[in-house]
């Protein structure tokens, strides 16, 4: 099953979406802003990209900035408890397939992906 980390706000996330119908039968869309995130998603999401959570949040954001995140930017646990309170600070889309996960950016990444 392959499941995507999605905001339909985003075209960079639209476009991934648009890809999974053109190359997978099936395939789960979590809306992650609707619905929320838990630690333990953010733990598998981690390992399956195989990236501290540093490596996978928005730093550009307004939030990174006003939650003064960078100070704890090496701290796994409160990384994960930022992304959990402001789930738009996780980097998008993500993908996952198996036991491995791409952060879709540009969308065309996923055509090797899915291979």
């Known amino acids: 099953m392959i ?3 999605h905001n339909p706000l985003w075209s960079k996330s639209r476009k991934s979406v648009e890809i999974l ?3 997978v039968e099936k395939y789960q869309i979590i809306e992650y802003l609707k619905e929320g995130i838990t ?3 953010l733990i598998s999401i981690g ?3 195989n990236l501290p959570p540093k ?3 928005r730093k550009n954001d ?3 900035k006003s939650e003064n995140i960078d100070s704890f930017i090496n701290n796994d646990g409160k990384v994960f408890n ?3 309170n402001h789930p738009k600070l996780i980097e998008r889309p993500i993908v996952i397939k198996n036991n491995r996960a791409i952060i879709s ?3 065309e990444l996923l055509y090797e992906f899915l291979l």
């Open 62 to 64: 307004a939030i990174y």
């Open 3 to 5: 499941t995507i980390y």
């Open 55 to 57: 490596d996978f949040i």
């Open 105 to 107: 950016r540009p969308p």
């Open 39 to 41: 630690i333990d998603e």
């Open 47 to 49: 390992k399956k990209l």
């Open 21 to 23: 119908k053109e190359r």
């Open 82 to 84: 930022a992304i959990v």
